[in-house]
């Protein structure tokens, strides 16, 4: 088992006279929450789901506190769930306060902050193994970091540089003949019309280098456009990594990011196995973080190199499922943080 030092340690399975499984979730997640509740069921155990969206108007959280003792609960439609009896929690997404009505005007922003806060708060307090702990999760959100201790666990990584300097950008341009990508940081989409554009990896092109001067408003991260044979999204979950491969050159739209073309590509993915010495720095990698889980993306070169992206502490798996057992790992992982299968 992985996991920030000062984290609790977990109950062994043979304590507990029950096993209830938090999914910390919205919503409108996707079919991974009922992929791996019905493993969580099959191996005895009670998901419960906990719409962080419906926080604070559709459900109540409330914890009581004092010398005689601490009590914390969950209130859903009536139905009231003993938090102190869950023995894990799958830190799965987060959107507490994200429904509370517009017309709430300027106090709006300070409720959302009291909810964000106030959930965080509870599920922190939680004595049981989380899948991952929110601050291991933040630890893991600087891709600079991330970047520079690839490097140090000897991962391969392409030249990269993050900056808001225009001087500094046109020089990696000439300096890489060219061929550069340029992408974000964080996630985020763009509505225009009441259309929602989703912001890419894009190649960097002669044209755009008039248009430098954006980055005054919002620094950027440029990294060397690397030719391709395969993209890769290796899976850890506690020890065991799942590997799958896509050729997105064969794709148009996909070559410079193979998730505009991801719905063409879905049944494209096949298992792959990485070299022993990448596997074994991507599991240095999120240990350093502290992360049982995260889902990495890596480039194959045709030369055979291997190099590294970046890893996302609650990326997407579930079209992955028909090749690997990762919902059933999860599940395994949280009923058991002990197995050695996760060594």
Request: charged share 20%; net charge negative; proline share 6%.
């Amino acid at each position: 088992m992985r996991g920030c030092p000062e984290l609790a340690q977990p109950v062994a399975p043979a304590q507990l006279a029950f096993l209830a499984v938090l999914i910390l979730t919205h919503s409108q997640d996707n079919q991974s929450i009922a992929l791996v509740s019905q493993a969580l069921t099959k191996r005895g155990a009670t998901p419960v789901r906990l719409d962080s969206d419906l926080y604070p108007q559709a459900l109540q959280v409330s914890t009581h506190l004092s010398g005689q003792g601490r009590h914390r609960h969950l209130n859903i439609d009536g139905q009231k769930i003993d938090l102190q009896t869950v023995t894990a929690c799958w830190y799965r997404r987060f959107a507490a306060a994200s429904l509370l009505p517009q017309d709430l005007g300027d106090t709006r922003e300070a409720c959302v902050a009291e909810s964000r806060q106030t959930l965080y708060g509870t599920i922190a307090a939680l004595d049981c193994f989380q899948l991952d702990p929110l601050r291991c999760v933040r630890r893991a959100d600087h891709k600079e970091v991330q970047l520079e201790k690839a490097l140090d666990f000897g991962l391969s990584i392409p030249a990269t540089l993050i900056s808001n300097d225009p001087e500094e950008a046109l020089a990696f341009y000439r300096d890489n003949a060219g061929l550069v990508v340029t992408k974000t940081q964080t996630s985020f989409a763009i509505y225009r019309d009441q259309e929602e554009h989703v912001v890419f990896t894009s190649q960097v092109r002669e044209e755009h280098l008039h248009e430098l001067d954006g980055l005054a408003c919002a620094p950027m991260m440029f990294q060397q456009m690397l030719p391709k044979r395969l993209e890769l999204r290796a899976t850890v979950v506690g020890g065991r990594v799942f590997t799958a491969a896509v050729d997105s050159q064969k794709l148009p739209g996909a070559t410079v990011d193979w998730r505009r073309e991801g719905v063409a590509l879905v049944d494209a993915w096949t298992p792959y196995q990485l070299p022993p010495e990448v596997e074994n720095g991507l599991l240095q990698l999120t240990s350093h973080f502290g992360l049982n889980y995260g889902a990495a993306d890596f480039i194959v070169t045709p030369e055979g190199q291997h190099i590294f992206l970046e890893v996302n502490a609650g990326g997407e798996w579930f079209w992955l499922q028909p090749i690997w057992p990762i919902a059933e790992a999860i599940a395994d992982l949280l009923i058991d943080p002990f197995c050695k299968n996760f060594r």
